[in-house]
Nanobody
Framework: QVQLVESGGGLVQAGGSLRLSCAAS????????MGWFRQAPGKEREFVGV????????YYADSVKGRFTISRDNSKRTVYLQMNSQRPEDTAIYYC????????????????WGLGTQVTVSP
């Protein structure tokens, strides 16, 4: 079992930056690829990006490519989402999730989820 807790959300102006963290419990953190998803009001949950078990490989949605960066520190059992050049359309609840498989962008491919953290980008 893996329990995930996101933090770092908040209110930011367009063009600003935030860094989200996702802390995991359990000793098997390095066995999972870690994904970030987001869900805006009235919309489906969408893939943001994913990082491989050791952090050597990442994939991003086209909507965030070049602006968002995922990293992880397995010694701290934490994954990060650095969000730069934020836009109002980035406003959503952001979730981290764990999957045994890499490069998966469907929510159903992920086994464990955090409760999410709200990010609001003002114009």
């Amino acid at each position: 079992q893996v329990q995930l807790v996101e933090s770092g959300g908040g209110l930011v102006q367009a063009g600003g930056s935030l860094r989200l963290s996702c802390a995991a419990s359990g000793r098997t953190f390095s066995s999972y690829c870690m994904g970030w998803f987001r869900q805006a009001p009235g919309k489906e949950r969408e893939f943001v990006g994913v990082i491989s078990w050791t952090g050597g490989s990442t994939y991003y949605a086209d909507s965030v490519k070049g602006r968002f960066t995922i990293s992880r520190d397995n010694s701290k059992r934490t994954v990060y989402l650095q969000m730069n050049s934020q836009r109002p359309e980035d406003t959503a609840i952001y979730y981290c999730a764990a999957s045994q498989y890499h490069a998966r962008w469907e929510p159903t491919d992920y086994d464990y989820w955090g409760l999410g953290t709200q990010v609001t980008v003002s114009p």
